[in-house]
Structures are given as C-alpha cells and as structure tokens.
C-alpha cells in the first residue's frame, strides 16, 4: 500500500485565491511527522511546513497551513492569496519513527497559478 | 553553515562507467539519505543512513552502494552505469526529529 497518497496530478487556481492540495497516509506508527515541500522548475527542495503526529493544532507558517485530520489520515496543504511564484511541483511527505526515521513521499502536485 | 553540499551538479556517464556522488553536510546530523527522481515523479529513496557506520536499503537500491565513514560525509556509488539510472539525486539529512534539509541535486545521464 502505498505510504503517501496525492489524487490531484495538476491543478490550477486563480491569483489571490486559495487554494487546497490533498495528501492522505498510511501508517500504524503512532509517531509520525508530515510534511510538505515545494520543488519549482529550477529544481531544489524547498521545505513549507511540518506537523507531528501528536501535534493539537493544524500548522500554519505565514501564507500555508496544514489541515491535519489524524482520524481521516489525511494532511491537506492549504496555499492561501495564491502568487503567480506559487507554480511548482508540490510534494507531500511523511516520515515513521519506527523505520529507522524513513521518509516517504507522495507523487506531487502540479500547481498552476493563473494570472 | 553550508548545509547539505552535492557534488558534481551535472554529469555524463557512458554506460558501464562507475562514478561517486559526493554528500556533506555540517550540520551534525546522524540521518542521512539518498534519493532518485525521474522526470515528472516523486522521490524514491535508495539507501540511508542511521549514523556512522550504519546503512541500509531503501526501496531502489539495486545498482548503487553507499559508505558512511563519518557523520559529515555519505557518498553513494554507481558501478556499471545503465541507462535505467539517468535522473537526479538529491541527498538529504535530518536530526530525526524534524524536516529534511535537501543538497541542490546532481542530474546524472547515462548515454
């Protein structure tokens, strides 16, 4: 089964609006943390935001927010007053305590923002 | 601090040629690990490291092999380069308890 699971290949959105990128997981750890990374078309890793498993409250760090929904198993990355520099790859990514601290990661997304 | 350091960023292989891409970070971390991403796909995860002297698989690591001698430094080896390798490698360390910090890749063909 798969670890990470992203359903939106590509998705577009206006400028200034928000817009929200699905993630759902798998894991029987307890202890997990999930994150969320930008990768532009010039290629590095950039990192937005990160939730722990036992973390109370969603995450936010200025412009996203993470919706974290520990029953449903889904981390959803939500990009509020989207900006034309939004448009890049976006990975969803989550990593086990007990596998040796191993990082999975979800196919991405492909977001688009549209002038 | 320099972070997580890849060298070379770009490279040509033939088929059959080995090569070493090299991996530093200073931030004193004890995980570290290797990915491939081919075109238009996630990252998979090759080999990994727990701290010095300590290895393991990840989901692809056939065809490749890695070294930790120290914390700093985690090479990963390819013998007999395939076509099948051409992608980008991205290292990549962690504290255990937070994100990862990504090198900036090295985009490998293998012709």
């Known amino acids: 089964a798969q670890k990470i699971t992203q359903t939106q290949p590509g998705m577009f959105v206006q400028e200034k609006e928000a817009v929200t990128l699905d993630c759902t997981y798998d894991?029987?750890?307890?202890?997990?943390?999930l994150f969320w990374y930008k990768q532009p078309s010039s290629g590095e890793m950039i990192f937005l935001i990160y939730?722990?498993?036992?973390?109370?409250q969603n995450a936010t760090e200025g412009r996203y927010s993470l919706n974290f929904q520990k029953a449903r198993k889904s981390a959803n990355l939500v990009i509020s007053a989207s900006q034309l520099g939004d448009s890049a790859m976006y990975f969803c990514?989550?990593?086990?305590?007990?596998?040796?601290?191993?990082?999975?990661f979800g196919t991405g997304t492909s977001l688009t923002v549209i002038p | 601090n320099a972070g997580v350091t890849q060298t070379p960023k770009f490279r040509i292989l033939k088929i059959g040629q080995s090569m070493t891409l090299q991996c530093t970070q200073d931030?004193?971390?004890?995980?570290m690990y290797w990915y491939r991403q081919d075109p238009g796909m996630g990252l998979k995860l090759i080999y990994y490291?727990?701290?010095?002297?300590?290895?393991d698989k990840g989901e692809v690591p056939n065809g490749y092999n890695v070294s930790r001698s120290t914390t700093e430094d985690f090479p990963l080896r390819l013998e007999l380069a395939a076509p099948s390798q051409t992608s980008v490698y991205f290292c990549?360390?962690?504290?255990?308890?937070?994100?990862?910090?990504f090198g900036p890749g090295t985009r490998l063909t293998v012709l």
């Open positions: 990549a360390s962690s504290s255990g308890q937070g994100r990862e910090f």
């Open positions: 894991t029987s750890d307890p202890s997990y943390g």
């Open positions: 939730q722990g498993s036992y973390d109370q």
């Open positions: 990514a989550m990593r086990e305590a007990n596998t040796g601290n191993q990082f999975y």
């Open positions: 931030m004193n971390h004890n995980y």
């Open positions: 490291s727990v701290g010095a002297g300590i290895t």
